[in-house]
């Protein structure tokens, strides 16, 4: 903590880094201010007990800042961009074009950053119009009845006029696909002149925004049954303590990595012997991040959420509303099969952004080898067993980080509105634990001593 704040101050001493981390700010703060901003014909707060029955809408929600449970221009956030990426990451494999393209340096990236761009704003258009067909069907309240989301009053009437509804409907869509725009265009201001990555940087001020929220239900917990305040306050002052170690483990876990050592072979060119260093190959614990979780979270989400769709919230009786409750986040089988799936998609995704055979065949063109092992299969080999230990402990480190506020939860059913949750935290600590070495990097190049000094 000492050292992360001395590299904020040392940054803010810089004069164009003060101005990058100013800049970077005044972008947030535009981007909370349109969280803010609602969209027009809706009932906000219909839309938060709706929010509150669906666990992928409740996690997006989280994810957003709470714009999606208030109805505000940028409810779709980051996620239609976030989505895009995935998939065109995943095509980048499968696709050669793409394959290509991610080859070819900053003019490829640039391209692939176009196509992502495209990408999100189709998924953008799709997600709010099936937001929209959502907020259409309503809600209900605890008693059962029938809560209308869609509130036009004297402004358009919607129950003789078919070009009324036709206009509610692309005004309402028009609105979240515009602040979807707005994120994207926001987040590459913040790469082009603030510092840090500008999506990454987006998110996490609507993680943090939370915090607050977060603080208020801790405290309505404690409020809420006066006879055990004690107890209450004990299990409060536990959690934050776990929840504190978590975050020092995440850090711990996010540097970790596994250093195969390599020696490079000695050669002769000329007069001058070149080569003969040794170094090493970094493997990280937590290569894939948060994105496992984020595949799993979405995977096992949406059963419910179309289920939720379509009315069936898991209330009564029959097979789709015992399939909803079997993938309810209360539910035990909910938990396992969401570590279980954390874990394939970790391996997954280490997969297709790791090839042992090319890095083997790399050190073997540049006359590198690992000790012990000769060139070519062998290094492959032993590079693929080291990834799978690696992988698997990283796997579990995450699973296990997803599922403590499901755990949580059922000690005590009233932390379940508690929003902080494993991958917000894996976020947070990731977004704070990037933007820290980049103003180390750019401390480093301003203040380096020159060849005269």
Wanted: aromatic share 12%.
């Amino acid at each position: 903590m000492n050292g992360m704040l001395t590299v904020f101050r040392n940054a803010w001493v810089d004069t164009q880094l003060r101005k990058k981390i100013l800049y970077t700010l005044f972008i947030l703060l535009l981007f909370r201010l349109g969280s803010c901003i609602f969209v027009p014909f809706l009932d906000n707060s219909a839309i938060t007990q709706m929010i509150s029955g669906a666990s992928l809408l409740n996690y997006l929600d989280v994810m957003t800042g709470g714009a999606l449970g208030k109805g505000t221009l940028l409810a779709m956030s980051i996620t239609p961009y976030i989505n895009a990426s995935i998939i065109i990451q995943l095509l980048t494999v499968a696709i050669p074009p793409l394959e290509r393209l991610s080859k070819e340096g900053e003019e490829g990236r640039k391209k692939i950053n176009t196509i992502t761009k495209f990408t999100s704003l189709g998924i953008a258009i799709f997600q709010a119009t099936a937001f929209y067909f959502s907020l259409r069907n309503g809600t209900t309240d605890s008693n059962d009845n029938h809560v209308a989301i869609l509130k036009f009053g004297d402004v358009l009437d919607t129950t003789s006029n078919t070009f009324s509804v036709v206009l509610s409907a692309i005004t309402i869509i028009a609105c979240f696909v515009a602040g979807a725009s707005v994120i994207i265009w926001l987040g590459d201001r913040i790469n082009e002149k603030g510092i840090g990555n500008g999506i990454s940087m987006i998110l996490f001020a609507g993680i943090v925004a939370r915090v607050p929220e977060t603080i208020g239900n801790f405290i309505g917990i404690i409020s809420s049954d006066p006879d055990n305040i004690g107890v209450n306050l004990v299990f409060i002052i536990a959690t934050v303590i776990i929840f504190v170690a978590m975050i020092w483990f995440v850090i711990f876990m996010t540097n970790a990595e596994r250093r195969i050592p390599v020696q490079y072979a000695k050669r002769v060119v000329g007069r001058k012997m070149y080569g003969g260093q040794s170094t090493h190959i970094p493997i990280k614990v937590a290569m894939s991040g948060v994105m496992p979780i984020i595949f799993a979270m979405s995977l096992m989400s949406l059963p419910q959420t179309i289920c939720f769709f379509f009315g069936i919230d898991g209330k009564g009786e029959g097979f789709w509303h015992g399939f909803v409750r079997f993938f309810s986040q209360q539910s035990a089988a909910y938990a396992v099969i969401y570590f279980v799936l954390i874990i394939a998609f970790n391996y997954f995704y280490v997969a297709i952004t790791y090839n042992p055979v090319e890095i083997a065949n790399n050190l073997k063109k540049n006359n590198g080898a690992i000790p012990g092992y000769r060139p070519g299969k062998p290094t492959s080999d032993f590079i693929y067993n080291s990834l799978n230990k690696i992988t698997l402990i990283g796997a579990i480190f995450l699973g296990v980080i997803a599922i403590f506020p499901i755990i949580l939860s059922w000690i005590n059913p009233s932390f379940s509105a508690v929003s902080l949750g494993g991958t917000t935290m894996l976020i947070i600590v990731g977004v704070a634990l990037e933007t820290v070495r980049t103003l180390e990097s750019q401390i480093m190049m301003r203040h380096h001593p020159g060849f005269l000094d």
